[in-house]
């Protein structure tokens, strides 16, 4: 019990003041089922004893009872597990994994961001087991994959749940295998973030060391409540001036709405529409390729990528080559273009936060709710799945409904 111990602690997968209590669980465990410690124990033994407390042990202190076996079996197989150096032939297999991997995710039409996110956990995935093909591995091993991640490398619930998405992409998809018992891996703790929030001052004071497209998108970011992402993917035919409204198109998990476009705005971005015009003219008459079309659109309307509602509202100032189709074309400006240019006008501003693009759709958000706005009504504009998600922002707000004032203030 002295390197599960030492392990708990040099992990620190539990608070310190808690080790003694999952050590003794374990114990408990072996006592119970009439094992030697460390010995491989059946589900059914482990069960019994779950169910053994459940008769005279608080809820709580059952579930950390069964967070301690899982830690524990966790910790006795990373003991075990083999460092061999990767074969050959293994490394040959894991590559025809990867391409059928890339082929299935086109196939299915997952976004570019979500192959590279998910080829990059399946690099992380086969580093962890050098010693195996794909085709060996189980989902006992898959189990520890993930507990390896909320364990020593303290992931986010939310980074933990990317990781299996990927998992079970690469398993159901590529090598036609579901898997059983993930449910039983070491979990991430949860953990709660207020988000960064910059007053409506702030917000002027970073506008004021900014200008150009840079300027423009950041107001539209802020102005309309829009991921970085869906600003930069914005498209000519999803601006209404006369219905003074924006349609976001495939935006987080792939659903298209609309949101405000403030009159404030309208003069600059017809503007700016003048300038992607002279581009998109250029471009006409060098018969450059037309801009990347998502799904199957550019088969079923091969020349509307020409056209000019389908032109990005921010297109790059050069051609760049697409990394699927090797197609040279007219992309939208890269994500770093406008996250740099925000730090340093935070800097600049003097502004003690850590302010980044998305700060400015929390500002969004948190205004609106200052200004009265039901919550209802902000979900729908963010594009928000559960309410909760935007109850993140009541705690937040400066004003509440309650107006609670501290008694120092009186």
Aim: aromatic share 10%; glycine share 6%; proline share 3%.
């Amino acid at each position: 019990m002295k390197n599960f111990s030492s392990y708990l602690q040099n992990q620190k997968a539990v608070p310190e003041y808690k080790v003694k209590f999952y050590l003794s669980w374990v114990q408990q465990l072996y006592h119970f089922s009439g094992s030697d410690y460390g010995s491989e124990l059946q589900t059914s033994q482990v069960a019994s004893y779950l169910k053994m407390l459940a008769r005279s042990k608080e809820d709580w202190q059952v579930k950390q009872a069964q967070e301690a076996i899982k830690l524990f079996q966790f910790f006795l197989r990373q003991q075990s597990r083999e460092d061999a150096e990767p074969h050959a032939e293994r490394e040959q297999k894991w590559n025809e994994a990867f391409v059928a991997a890339v082929t299935m995710l086109r196939l299915k039409h997952r976004s570019l961001s979500t192959e590279r996110t998910y080829l990059g956990w399946l690099k992380q995935f086969r580093a962890f087991f050098a010693s195996q093909t794909p085709e060996q591995i189980t989902g006992l091993q898959v189990r520890d994959f993930l507990s390896y991640l909320a364990v020593e490398r303290r992931v986010a619930p939310s980074t933990q749940n990317q990781a299996l998405n990927a998992i079970v992409f690469f398993f159901r998809h590529v090598l036609e295998r579901d898997l059983d018992g993930l449910g039983e891996a070491v979990r991430a703790h949860p953990r709660r973030r207020l988000p960064v929030v910059l007053s409506k001052r702030e917000v002027s004071d970073l506008f004021e060391q900014m200008t150009g497209t840079g300027l423009l998108m950041s107001r539209l970011i802020y102005g309309c409540g829009l991921r970085l992402k869906e600003c930069l993917c914005l498209r000519i035919k999803d601006i209404d001036f006369d219905r003074s409204c924006l349609t976001v198109r495939a935006g987080k998990g792939d659903k298209d709405r609309q949101t405000v476009l403030p009159e404030s705005l309208k003069y600059d971005l017809q503007q700016q529409l003048d300038k992607v015009a002279s581009v998109y003219k250029e471009d006409r008459r060098n018969e450059v390729a037309g801009v990347y079309l998502p799904g199957a659109l550019e088969k079923k309307y091969p020349g509307a990528g020409r056209e000019w509602g389908w032109q990005w509202v921010f297109p790059a100032n050069a051609l760049s080559i697409d990394p699927r189709s090797s197609v040279i074309r007219r992309h939208h400006l890269h994500p770093n273009t406008l996250q740099k240019q925000v730090k340093q006008a935070a800097l600049a501003a003097g502004l003690a936060k850590n302010v980044s693009v998305h700060t400015l759709r929390h500002s969004f958000a948190t205004h609106l709710l200052e200004n009265g706005y039901d919550i209802r009504t902000i979900q729908e504009l963010l594009g928000h799945q559960s309410v909760q998600t935007t109850m993140i922002y009541t705690h937040v707000a400066q004003k509440n409904r309650l107006g609670v004032r501290s008694p120092l203030d009186e």
